[in-house]
């Protein structure tokens, strides 16, 4: 199949699965490697006889659907990131949740994949600001549609491609290193539970102070479909709560305005009161 036929297979389908093709503009080669295997399972000689059979046969669009599915994860992956996390977003919201006499912050990650990024901000809360609130624990929600990489998260091994950006103290203090496998240490596991959820369908109650959903809904699902679940994740944050999007993501515009914490790397407030401590990048 050649890559312009595949584009103009993409640029057709996505749009009924409620995605966009400039999302999928760069990672193509993934997709119309997997949309190929799939046409050689099915025996067909054209990706023209595939898209017919998607016209006769509905149910194959789910399995499109999972073959359009590309997961791109590693611990610590934009720094700067979770540099802020660290230095300002986490510390305010504790600081907001103690005022309010909890214990608990609750944080949701959409689209976890195998763990990474819930597993990486445990880290930088029992490793660098737990000290700081005593009073106060974490609770990390874990949603991805592929149950799968959900099982790799559950056993939260990996290889050091995905665990090198970790500063090394946390890499030695937190992992046990077995044959180049990298293995976590349950007690960094006790506080993060993990769910299979498609965000297109439902999301989880909360209330949370912090909803990290990056590189997902932003990225790939259609303009409409962004604004729906935008919507309903500010309803799921508690005010004052933060939403952390991708670095190069666009939120779209919802029936509630969030503020913005630091446009540069995509990181919004709801219901800010306190300009004090915030941040503009």
């Known amino acids: 199949m050649k890559d312009s036929e595949c584009v103009e297979f993409l640029q057709w389908a996505l749009p009924r699965l409620h995605m966009r093709w400039a999302g999928f503009r760069k990672i193509r080669s993934r997709v119309c490697k997997r949309v190929q295997r799939r046409i050689n399972q099915l025996q067909f000689e054209s990706i023209s006889t595939y898209q017919e ?109 995905s665990v090198k950006n970790l500063p090394a103290a946390w890499r030695e203090t937190a992992f046990l290193d077995t044959a180049g496998v990298y293995c976590l240490d349950p007690v960094y596991k006790r506080s993060v539970d993990f769910q299979c959820e498609d965000i297109r369908e439902a999301l989880p109650d ?15 699902f259609d303009p409409e479909l962004q604004t729906i679940i935008r919507d309903r994740m500010w309803d799921r944050l508690k005010p004052g709560g933060a939403l952390v ?34 941040l503009r990048f």
């Not at 099982?151 to 091994?157: D, H, P």
């Not at 909360?206 to 790939?220: H, K």
């Not at 670095?247 to 800010?272: C, M, N, P, T």
């Open 53 to 161: 059979y998607l016209r006769k046969h509905p149910e194959e669009w789910q399995k499109l659907d999972e073959l359009c599915r590309v997961t791109i994860s590693r611990f610590y992956r934009d720094k700067m990131v979770f540099s802020l996390l660290e230095l300002e977003v986490l510390p305010v919201l504790a600081g907001q949740a103690l005022s309010c006499d909890e214990d608990v912050l609750h944080i949701w990650s959409a689209g976890c994949a195998s763990g990474e990024e819930p597993y990486t901000l445990m880290l930088v809360w029992d490793l660098s600001l737990q000290l700081r609130f005593p009073r106060l624990r974490m609770h990390i929600l874990a949603t991805d549609t592929d149950s799968v990489l959900l099982k790799r998260a559950e056993q939260a091994c990996y290889t050091f491609s």
């Open 206 to 220: 909360g209330p949370f102070d912090l909803i990290l959903c990056r590189n997902l809904v932003f990225t790939y």
């Open 245 to 278: 999007t991708g670095v190069h993501e666009v939120l779209q515009e919802g029936k509630q305005d969030f503020e913005i914490w630091s446009a540069r790397l995509g990181i919004y407030r709801k219901g800010r009161t306190n300009t004090r401590n915030m």
